[in-house]
């Protein structure tokens, strides 16, 4: 009896030592993890160089939101370093928002690769061993001089966009400040209504104001018709006068 009894629990063992073995090795590669390739990558370190301008000109004075937070903004060399956390291959979005008068060209995000690998300052790094950025922020008006030379002709009025802003003075000359929003035509007349013996009459000129601050000449040389004095009829002498 006890023969058999010890013989069926062999037998029970030895069907049931696989399957504890296999849980065994189950539980062994979830606890390292092997195989598993959907795991999240590890946060790391990036270092960001953000370079704010018009598109010739820096622009201090532009935040840099970074997951909802401001992280820095940029000086007066349009400048700003930043250390990021992140995932490598992550999709980085910047909101950025750029000083008063100025507009927004464009969106912004990066690729997070490259792990920053340096200690210390970013500040002190070279943009080379960082993630380069470029933005550009957009001066919303842009500021003009209009420079009027009528050689001489004084008291000409100068209208800008049918509005009388100046008179030339006695040199012939007139500075008329301008501010206009970028890419907006400005038309100019030399209004010599008042003038009819002056060549040419009412001479115009179109400008466009620039991405930047601009100066516009408008040069004019005017012509006035010499009027010689007229002659004396001749008076015909008399038959008792011969």
Not at 53 to 67: D, H, K, L, N
Not at 82 to 103: A, K, S, V
Not at 179 to 201: C, H, K
């Amino acid at each position: 009896m006890n023969t058999i009894s010890s013989t069926a629990r062999r037998a029970r063992c030895d069907r049931w030592l696989p399957l504890i073995s296999t849980a065994f090795l189950c539980l062994a590669v979830l606890a390292t993890g092997c195989g598993n390739s959907d795991r999240p990558k590890s946060v790391k370190t990036f270092a960001l160089a953000i370079s704010v301008s018009t598109g010739e000109r820096p622009v201090a004075g532009t935040s840099i939101f970074v997951r909802g937070h401001e992280r820095g903004v940029s000086g007066t060399d349009g400048k700003v370093r930043l250390i990021i956390g992140g995932r490598e291959g992550e999709q980085l979005d910047l909101d950025i928002r750029c000083p008063q008068g100025f507009e927004l060209v464009g969106s912004y995000s990066t690729l997070l690769e490259h792990p920053w690998s340096l200690s210390g300052d970013p500040i002190d790094s070279s943009p080379e061993d960082m993630i380069p950025i470029d933005v550009v922020c957009s001066p919303i008006h842009r500021y003009g001089v209009l420079v009027v030379h009528a050689h001489g002709r004084s008291g000409v009025p100068v209208v800008v966009d049918g509005v009388a802003q100046s008179v030339t003075n006695q040199d012939g000359v007139a500075h008329i400040h301008l501010e206009r929003a970028a890419n907006t035509r400005i038309g100019v007349v030399l209004d010599t209504s008042s003038m009819s013996d002056l060549r040419p009459q009412n001479p115009s000129r179109a400008y466009v104001m620039g991405l930047e601050d601009s100066i516009f000449v408008f040069e004019q040389t005017f012509q006035q018709p010499i009027r010689l004095p007229r002659r004396a009829p001749r008076r015909r002498r008399s038959a008792s006068s011969r």
